[in-house]
C-alpha cells in the first residue's frame, strides 16, 4: 500500500468561495491544497462584466491567509445580455479565463441565467474566435422534466446541436454525473472536456436517503445511480486527458442547508484533494491522481502546469463538525467522520 503520495501542486477547476467574511473562512481551505482555482461567478448579484470580475479578483486575493500563494482565476456569468464585445474585452484584460452558462433558474443564483442560446450565437462564435471557454451547468430546467434525467435531457436538447453548430468553442461539461454525459464528451471534439466533484465520484443518489433525509448531500447536478457513479470513477481513473478535477466545493450556511427548503451544495474545499486520493486508490489508480489534478485542466485551458509540489500521506483524521462561516456555521462533507488521506 502507498504510504505517501507526491505530486505537482493541483487547481480547483470549479469552485465556489462567495464573498465578505465567508469567503475568507472557506478560502484558506483551498489555498492549502490548490495553487489555482476557476471561480465560479454566481454571487448576488453575479459577476456578468469584466469591472466586477477584477474587483472580485482584488476581494479574494485580500481574503487570502498572508504568504499564501495562490490564484483566482475569474469567469464571467454568461446573460441573454452578455455581448461579443464584453467577451472580447474579458479576453484582453488577462484575468478571465472562462464564461458560465447557467440555465436560467437551474440552480443557487441562477436567475440572472441564459433564457434562449440561440439568441446568443455572435456571443458564442467571438468565444471561439479568441479560444475563451464556456462551462456549462448542463442541466435542462424544464418542470415537467424528471430532476434525475435533466442532465440527459440537457445533452440531448442543447449540448449536442451546440457542438455540432460551433465545434470549434472550447467547452467544459462542469460537474457531469452520468454515464451518458462521459460517453459524450469521449465521443465529442477534443476541444470538449468535463469535470468531475468528488461527492459524485464517492457517492450514488442513495446517500441522500440513507436512514433519512440528509440535505448535505444535497448538491445540483444530483448524485445519480451506481453505474453512473462507476462510469464517472473510470472516466477520472482513465489518463483521458479530458476529463480533470473542479470540486464544486459550494458552501451554505448551516441553516440555509438544514430547512424545509435547503440549498444546493457539498462543502468539500477542507479535503478537497484528499478526497480524490481515496478515490483512485479505491480504483487502484493512484498513479493516474497527478494527471488528472495537476495536468489536464492546465493543459486545457492554455495556462503553465505548476511546477510546486503537495504531499499527502495515507492517515485517517476526523473532519470537525462544522467551520466557522463568517457569522455562521457551515457543515462540510463528512463531518465528524475520517477521511483517510491528509496533507503533509
Ligand atoms: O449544488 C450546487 N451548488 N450546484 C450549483 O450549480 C451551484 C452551487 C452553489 O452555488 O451553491
Ligand atoms: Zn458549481
Known amino acids: ?19 465578505g467574511g465567508a469567503m475568507r473562512d472557506v478560502l484558506a481551505h483551498t489555498a492549502r491544497r490548490f495553487a489555482r482555482a476557476i471561480i465560479m461567478p454566481n454571487l448576488k448579484p453575479p459577476v456578468t462584466t469584466v ?16 504568504g ?9 456569468y454568461l446573460t441573454d445580455r452578455t455581448t461579443p464585445a464584453d467577451i472580447r474585452q474579458a479576453r484582453s484584460c488577462g484575468h478571465i479565463h472562462a464564461i458560465k452558462l447557467y440555465p436560467a433558474g437551474v440552480t443557487t443564483h441562477a436567475d440572472a441565467g ?28 424544464d418542470p415537467a422534466v424528471d430532476i434525475f434525467d435533466r442532465e440527459k435531457l440537457f445533452i440531448e436538447r442543447v449540448l449536442a446541436p451546440l457542438v455540432d ?6 467547452l467544459v461539461f462542469e460537474h457531469i454525473t452520468t454515464k451518458m454525459a462521459v460517453d459524450f464528451v469521449l465521443a465529442a471534439p477534443d476541444n470538449v472536456a468535463a469535470t468531475l ?29 451506481e453505474h453512473d457513479r462507476e462510469a464517472l470513477v473510470k472516466a477520472a481513473t482513465s489518463g483521458n486527458t479530458k476529463f480533470f478535477l473542479g470540486t464544486d466545493s459550494a458552501p451554505h450556511a448551516r441553516h440555509a442547508k438544514e430547512s424545509a427548503c435547503g440549498c444546493a451544495g457539498m462543502f468539500t474545499a477542507h479535503a478537497a484533494i484528499e478526497l480524490y486520493a481515496e478515490v483512485f486508490e479505491a480504483a ?19 495556462l503553465p502546469r505548476n511546477r510546486e509540489r503537495i504531499a499527502l500521506q495515507k492517515q485517517s483524521w476526523t473532519v470537525p463538525a462544522s467551520y466557522p462561516f463568517g457569522e455562521d456555521q457551515l457543515i462540510p462533507y463528512r463531518a465528524g467522520e475520517p477521511v483517510s488521506w491528509s496533507l503533509i
Open 68 to 76: 499564501t500563494a495562490f490564484t483566482p482565476l475569474m469567469t464571467l
Open 1 to 19: 500500500m502507498t504510504a505517501r503520495l507526491s505530486f505537482a501542486r493541483p487547481d480547483d477547476w470549479h469552485l465556489h468561495v462567495r464573498d
Open 165 to 170: 453548430r460551433l465545434p470549434g468553442l472550447r
Open 197 to 225: 466533484t468528488p461527492q459524485h465520484l464517492l457517492h450514488n443518489r442513495n446517500a441522500m436517503y440513507a436512514g433519512g433525509l440528509r440535505p448535505h448531500y444535497y448538491c445540483l447536478p444530483l448524485l445519480k445511480r
Open 284 to 302: 487502484d489508480a493512484l498513479h493516474k491522481l497527478e494527471a488528472f489534478a495537476s495536468f489536464h485542466g492546465a493543459d486545457f485551458y492554455g
Open 51 to 66: 469591472p466586477q470580475a477584477l474587483e472580485y479578483r482584488e476581494r479574494i486575493l485580500a481574503a487570502l491567509p498572508p
Open 114 to 141: 441564459v433564457t434562449d442560446l440561440n439568441k446568443l450565437w455572435k456571443t458564442l462564435e467571438t468565444m471561439a474566435d479568441v479560444r475563451l471557454p464556456l462551462l456549462v451547468h448542463g442541466e435542462v430546467t
